[in-house]
């Protein structure tokens, strides 16, 4: 397949084969010359639909580092605005020779949807509630670097469940690497199909913590809700934040992670954030020899 379209299209010898190659990828980076020439062949459009920072600087970077041509869009600032169709944006830009489009949308499926009608290799950077397939490549990839291997570790995901392509695509990777997985946030921002992914629920936030090795403290996405669903920020923050207190209180040194961007104060507080414990800024730097590797292995694929 000449796409990433979501975790639940990849098998476990897809995940490894990706890290293996983050791994050359990392060292790479971390060389004075930051570059390989691979893909000085290879066009690459970005186009965000929906507001980023680390996806779509990510990207671009992993894309140079490659040696790639690049090009952004910005469908704020584009014709989009004036009702052009995404397939036409997208069949406009192919036809100036792009070989490869990395797309973030707000709609649940807009990448499945671009690969059906589209003649290029498509990359999903986060596709409204469903997926974020690079996202969770770079957290497994950072507790695999954390913790040695997945395999075995029990990852708690605190937050709103509902309403993140963050959890759905951590919850698909991480059970088919052979971690546990339990979610923790309030009722009704875990969805009903949730245990049957084969994740278990807690809604004591110090019960959840108390287990796990990994909690990964997700953001409440307001811009995706369209009913407030628990009372105010400051009851979700005294339920379901973390603090240095809670995390103090453990009996455990856990492992804390945030995809990014952070609501300071409200899922998690800065001493947590900032602490030694936190690998959030690991997970950005790893973000980009991850995604080096996944647009170097689907250019593998592509007649050149
Ligand atoms: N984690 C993440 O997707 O962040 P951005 O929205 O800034 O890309």
Redesign the pocket.
């Given at each position: 397949v000449n796409h990433l379209l979501g975790i639940k299209y990849l098998k476990k010898e897809d995940i490894d084969l990706i890290f293996k190659t983050a791994d050359h990828f990392k060292e790479v980076i971390n060389r004075p010359i930051k570059k390989v020439p691979s893909l000085r062949d290879i066009t690459i459009a970005n186009l965000f639909f929906?507001?980023?920072?680390?996806?779509?600087?990510?990207f671009e970077l992993a894309e140079k580092r490659l040696s790639a041509d690049v090009i952004n869009f910005s469908a704020a600032s584009s014709s989009v605005k004036k009702g052009e169709t995404l397939i036409d944006t997208v069949n406009n830009i192919l036809a100036m020779k792009v070989d490869m489009v990395v797309m973030?949308h707000p709609n649940p499926g807009a990448g499945i949807f671009l690969s059906k009608h589209v003649d290029a290799s498509i990359i999903n950077?986060?596709d409204g509630t469903h997926e974020?397939p690079t996202?969770a490549l770079l957290d497994s990839y950072s507790i695999r670097e954390k913790l040695g291997e997945v395999k075995g570790k029990k990852v708690l995901i605190v937050g709103d469940i509902k309403h993140s392509r963050?959890a759905l695509s951590n919850i698909f990777a991480l059970k088919m690497q052979g971690a546990e997985v339990k979610v923790c946030g309030p009722k009704t921002l875990i969805p009903k199909y949730i245990e049957s992914l084969g994740v278990s629920v807690e809604t004591n936030l110090v019960k959840a913590l108390e287990w796990c090795d990994v909690a990964n403290m997700l953001r409440v996405q307001n811009e995706r809700m369209e009913i407030s669903y628990f009372p105010t920020t400051r009851e979700y923050t005294q339920q379901f934040g973390l603090n240095k207190q809670i995390l103090d209180s453990l009996n455990k040194q856990i492992v804390v992670m945030h995809?990014?961007?952070i609501n300071r104060g409200v899922e998690i507080t800065s001493d947590v954030a900032d602490s030694k414990q936190a690998i959030i800024l690991d997970q950005v730097q790893n973000?980009v020899a991850v995604r080096m590797a996944v647009i170097y292995l689907l250019a593998s694929k592509i007649n050149r």
């Amino acid at each position: 397949v000449n796409h990433l379209l979501g975790i639940k299209y990849l098998k476990k010898e897809d995940i490894d084969l990706i890290f293996k190659t983050a791994d050359h990828f990392k060292e790479v980076i971390n060389r004075p010359i930051k570059k390989v020439p691979s893909l000085r062949d290879i066009t690459i459009a970005n186009l965000f639909f929906e507001n980023s920072t680390r996806t779509r600087l990510s990207f671009e970077l992993a894309e140079k580092r490659l040696s790639a041509d690049v090009i952004n869009f910005s469908a704020a600032s584009s014709s989009v605005k004036k009702g052009e169709t995404l397939i036409d944006t997208v069949n406009n830009i192919l036809a100036m020779k792009v070989d490869m489009v990395v797309m973030r949308h707000p709609n649940p499926g807009a990448g499945i949807f671009l690969s059906k009608h589209v003649d290029a290799s498509i990359i999903n950077a986060g596709d409204g509630t469903h997926e974020h397939p690079t996202q969770a490549l770079l957290d497994s990839y950072s507790i695999r670097e954390k913790l040695g291997e997945v395999k075995g570790k029990k990852v708690l995901i605190v937050g709103d469940i509902k309403h993140s392509r963050v959890a759905l695509s951590n919850i698909f990777a991480l059970k088919m690497q052979g971690a546990e997985v339990k979610v923790c946030g309030p009722k009704t921002l875990i969805p009903k199909y949730i245990e049957s992914l084969g994740v278990s629920v807690e809604t004591n936030l110090v019960k959840a913590l108390e287990w796990c090795d990994v909690a990964n403290m997700l953001r409440v996405q307001n811009e995706r809700m369209e009913i407030s669903y628990f009372p105010t920020t400051r009851e979700y923050t005294q339920q379901f934040g973390l603090n240095k207190q809670i995390l103090d209180s453990l009996n455990k040194q856990i492992v804390v992670m945030h995809p990014g961007p952070i609501n300071r104060g409200v899922e998690i507080t800065s001493d947590v954030a900032d602490s030694k414990q936190a690998i959030i800024l690991d997970q950005v730097q790893n973000g980009v020899a991850v995604r080096m590797a996944v647009i170097y292995l689907l250019a593998s694929k592509i007649n050149r």
